[in-house]
């Protein structure tokens, strides 16, 4: 058996990178999908494929349909997410893809330092697991293959 992991949270920072190594280090069976963590490639994809927007406002909402779109059809793919929210970045598109999975019964793995608790109490309430490292979460995923 593999699972499809969606990794939601900022694009910021190489988290994803090392969530994978990680993975990889316990030889787990699964493929990851996100966003686009392109930052560049993300702001502009609404301009390459719906051409130039007459300003800064279209621009971003171009760029979100497309974004929105590709997040929809990998979200729906996934059989559980994994919302990392850090501190340094403001994490909107963290909060707004953890509540897209809670909406469409997605297993959800909240990672959240401590000093966020309160901030994220309502999401926390509605995800299967909170843990507070990425570690954690590895953990979490590898008990879903543990024969005993």
């Not at 990889?24 to 392109?38: A, C, H, I, S």
């Not at 279209?58 to 974004?67: R, T």
């Not at 997040?71 to 997410?81: F, G, S």
């Not at 994994?82 to 403001?90: P, W």
Request: aromatic content about 6%; proline content about 5%.
């Amino acid at each position: 058996m593999r699972l499809t992991v969606y990794l939601a949270g900022q694009i910021h920072s190489p988290w994803r990178k090392e969530f994978k190594q990680l993975a990889e280090q316990r030889k787990l069976p699964v493929d990851f999908v996100g966003p686009m963590d392109n930052h560049e490639r993300s702001d502009d994809i609404g301009e390459e494929i719906l051409g130039p927007q007459p300003n800064a406002i279209l621009k971003d909402e171009a760029a979100s349909q497309i974004n929105n779109l590709r997040t929809r059809v990998l979200m729906n793919k996934a059989d559980v997410v994994v919302a990392v929210f850090g501190e340094k970045y403001k994490q909107w598109n963290a909060a707004m893809d953890a509540g897209i999975a809670i909406a469409l019964n997605k297993p959800l793995i909240l990672v959240r330092a401590k000093e966020l608790h309160h901030a994220l109490k309502e999401i926390a309430n509605h995800a299967q697991v909170v843990v507070e490292t990425p570690e954690q979460a590895i953990e979490a995923l590898a008990y879903i293959f543990a024969a005993e």
